[in-house]
Every structure is written in structure tokens, then in C-alpha cells.
């Protein structure tokens, strides 16, 4: 069984930097997979942020790069986004999701298996 737990959300001013975390329980054990950050704002779709596969393979949105990092602590088993520079437009809830494949590009969200339950990340001056 696999349980996603978000934290490291919050309320920060334009400019600012947060850092999400994603402690799991059970991905970790399969050879293959591919963790996803997606994220979603009032009255929008869930759409993909940054993903990162078991063999280092990383993609990012246009809108994150440059801007965020996705890594694994492979020690904690913990994925992270490193978020910096953030803007208005980044306001929105945060989900961690993980597919029990390699990644292939950022995806959609209905190729992920599990979840996270979300972290609210809001950015106003």
C-alpha cells in the first residue's frame, strides 16, 4: 500500500521560497516509478509541475523551470520541490502523486496511481 502525506505549504510574499515535501510509504519498494508534483487552483485543472523517475529522469512545466527543483531523498524516501521566485500565479494546492512506471514527459494526472492529499501553497503581497 502506498500513502503520499504533502507538507511545507504555506502563505509567502511574491519573490519568496518554499520547499513542499512528500513523505511516502511504499513507492519506494517498487524498481520502477515516476513521482509527479501537480498542482491545482480554484476553478482550473490539475496540471503536472515536475515529475522525477526512478532512474534521475526529470521533466518540468514551462512554468517551473528555472524557478523549481524536484529531487528524492533516497536516505527518507522523501520527495521534494524547491520552489523559488514565486509569483501570484504559482497560488494554488500542491499534490504529490506517484505512477508505478518511469516517466514519460510530464504526463497527465490520470497516468499516476496514487496520491497525496495536497498542501495549500498561496503567494500575495
Known amino acids: 500500500q502506498v500513502r503520499l502525506v504533502e507538507s511545507g505549504g504555506g502563505s509567502v510574499q511574491p519573490g519568496g521560497t518554499l520547499r513542499l515535501a512528500c513523505s511516502d510509504s511504499g513507492w519506494h519498494a517498487f524498481s520502477s516509478y515516476c513521482m509527479g508534483w501537480f498542482r491545482q487552483a480554484p476553478g482550473k485543472e490539475r496540471e503536472g509541475v515536475a515529475n522525477i523517475d526512478s532512474l534521475g529522469g526529470r521533466n518540468y512545466a514551462a512554468s517551473a523551470k528555472d524557478r523549481f527543483t524536484i529531487s528524492i531523498d533516497n536516505a527518507t524516501n522523501t520527495l521534494y520541490l524547491e520552489m523559488n521566485s514565486l509569483k501570484v500565479e504559482d497560488t494554488a494546492m500542491y499534490y504529490c502523486?506517484?505512477?508505478?512506471?518511469?516517466?514519460?514527459?510530464?504526463?497527465?494526472?490520470?497516468?499516476?496511481?496514487?496520491w497525496g492529499q495536497g498542501t495549500q501553497v498561496t503567494v500575495s503581497s
Open positions: 502523486a506517484v505512477r508505478l512506471k518511469r516517466c514519460s514527459g510530464l504526463g497527465y494526472p490520470s497516468w499516476y496511481d496514487y
